[in-house]
């Protein structure tokens, strides 16, 4: 009888012992603070700002371009002798690097951007 009684001190012991870390654990978890997340916000409020700038400038210079492309019918030998289209193609370029962060690293993984 002792010795099971000395078990049983021993089991509730522990018990105590892992309800006491539970508790403390759930008690340091709602504690803890929240994420801030504001700079993530605005870093993409930021950057969808941009990106909205950069396709409507992309989108007005490629429509021209098509426009142009359509009136020689798509005949791009043609169409590689007028100024503003070879203009537009150079906009285009600029307009797109600007706008990608992997092309204006340098990156060779936005193809638009490698060759000239």
């Given at each position: 009888a002792p010795y099971m009684r000395a078990r049983v001190q021993a089991g509730i012991a522990v018990l105590a012992v892992l309800v006491t870390a539970a508790l403390a654990s759930d008690v340091a978890a709602a504690a803890s603070p929240q994420p801030q997340l504001r700079g993530v916000k605005q870093y993409l409020l930021r950057h969808a700002t941009q990106l909205r700038g950069?396709?409507?400038?992309?989108?007005?210079?490629?429509?021209?371009?098509?426009?142009?492309?359509?009136?020689?019918?798509?005949?791009?030998?043609?169409?590689?002798?007028?100024?503003?289209?070879?203009?537009?193609?150079?906009?285009?370029?600029?307009?797109?690097?600007?706008?990608?962060?992997?092309?204006?690293?340098?990156?060779?993984?936005?193809?638009?951007?490698?060759?000239?």
């Amino acid at each position: 009888a002792p010795y099971m009684r000395a078990r049983v001190q021993a089991g509730i012991a522990v018990l105590a012992v892992l309800v006491t870390a539970a508790l403390a654990s759930d008690v340091a978890a709602a504690a803890s603070p929240q994420p801030q997340l504001r700079g993530v916000k605005q870093y993409l409020l930021r950057h969808a700002t941009q990106l909205r700038g950069f396709t409507t400038e992309f989108q007005a210079v490629a429509d021209r371009y098509y426009g142009a492309a359509r009136a020689s019918r798509f005949d791009y030998t043609k169409l590689g002798r007028k100024p503003s289209a070879r203009r537009d193609l150079l906009r285009l370029k600029a307009v797109w690097v600007r706008g990608n962060p992997r092309c204006s690293s340098g990156s060779s993984a936005c193809s638009p951007c490698s060759g000239s």
